[in-house]
């Protein structure tokens, strides 16, 4: 709602809005300065700062254009939470904050990619073809100028009259969110295409834990062959029917049958089954990236507990 009110606000201003939305001009709207970077030693990728009473959204320098653009939208939602230089949380433990921040995270995704657009968006995507599953997928992240990654995370908020049988994962390498420790392949969004499908996952799982074997491989083996220095080319990568670090094409990126350990909705309630699905998965790395910065997209067909049976 407040997305769409950010919006509203900018087609009265300018008489309409288009697509990609100007996320520059509803951070004006909302009185916050942009064109600012962080400091180079600062580990975050975007801050909201109160300077000379104005806020300032600054990014991390060197960033990817979509990757900025959804970073200031995250931080005009931070804003919701503040008037002036009160924060309207009371509380500044560790929940709050994660509850602001996927609150923030959601604002960003909804007001850079309309749900009024999605719809129609997920009914064209495929139901076959790896390649062209993400082909599609690409499109419309080109189309919204937004990340691949932020664009798998708003398809599965968005219901869709098509019934896919498809879910999206996206894994990244990182530790386990609840210890700190355990650096892993890990699932950082799950998306169902069609809220009639019936598995998922969840953040934080690991690749290992999933039995998601062919992401481990792909993962490990772009890891060797770039070592310490980092992506030379970037690109995409799969692996090949003889296990084969190459080039992800529509001749290489194909369907593969796994075991994989899934949460299936069942009587009002989840629980954990073992399911043998066909997954199709793909590595996406920019030049200079090492292995916490690429990620994984991996392409789940299946939509029951009785096709695993």
């Known amino acids: 709602m407040a997305a769409q009110k950010a919006r509203e606000m900018l087609k009265d201003l300018c008489g309409s809005y288009r697509i990609p939305v100007d996320v520059e001009a509803v951070a004006q709207q909302h009185g916050i300065q942009t064109g600012g970077f962080l400091d180079a030693s600062d580990i975050r990728i975007g801050a909201l700062l109160l300077e000379n009473h104005k806020y300032i959204a600054k990014v991390a320098p060197h960033g990817a254009v979509r990757r900025d653009r959804f970073t200031l939208a995250h931080e005009i939602g931070h804003s919701l939470f503040r008037e002036g230089s009160k924060h309207h949380v009371e509380s500044i433990a560790k929940r709050e904050r994660e509850a602001e921040d996927r609150i923030s995270e959601m604002f960003a995704a909804a007001l850079l990619m309309p749900a009024r657009d999605i719809p129609q968006l997920i009914e064209q995507i495929p139901s076959e073809g790896p390649w062209q599953i993400l082909t599609a997928l690409e499109k419309a992240a080109r189309r919204f100028l937004v990340s691949l990654p932020a664009m798998l995370l708003r398809v599965g908020q968005v219901r869709s009259r098509k019934a896919h049988s498809i879910t999206l994962l996206c894994l990244q390498y990182f530790v386990n969110r609840y210890t700190g420790r355990s650096p892993r392949l890990r699932v950082l969004i799950c998306s169902r295409l069609s809220q009639e499908i019936n598995m998922r996952t969840w953040y934080n799982r690991s690749?290992?834990?999933?039995?998601?074997?062919?992401?481990?491989?792909?993962?490990?083996?772009?890891?060797?062959?770039?070592?310490?220095?980092?992506?030379?080319?970037?690109?995409?990568?799969?692996?090949?029917?003889?296990?084969?670090?190459?080039r992800a094409g529509q001749s290489t990126l194909d369907w593969r049958w796994e075991?994989?350990?899934?949460?299936?909705?069942?009587?009002?309630?989840?629980?954990?089954?073992?399911?043998?699905?066909?997954?199709?998965?793909?590595?996406?790395?920019?030049?200079?990236w090492h292995k916490t910065q690429a990620y994984i997209v991996s392409i789940i067909k299946g939509s029951s507990s009785k096709k695993g049976r």
């Open 207 to 246: 690749a290992e834990g999933l039995g998601l074997v062919t992401s481990q491989m792909l993962f490990t083996q772009w890891s060797q062959q770039i070592g310490e220095r980092g992506e030379i080319t970037g690109g995409r990568y799969t692996l090949d029917r003889e296990g084969n670090l190459v």
């Open 259 to 288: 075991q994989l350990n899934l949460s299936i909705y069942d009587h009002g309630s989840w629980r954990k089954q073992s399911l043998r699905v066909q997954v199709a998965s793909c590595l996406y790395a920019r030049r200079g």
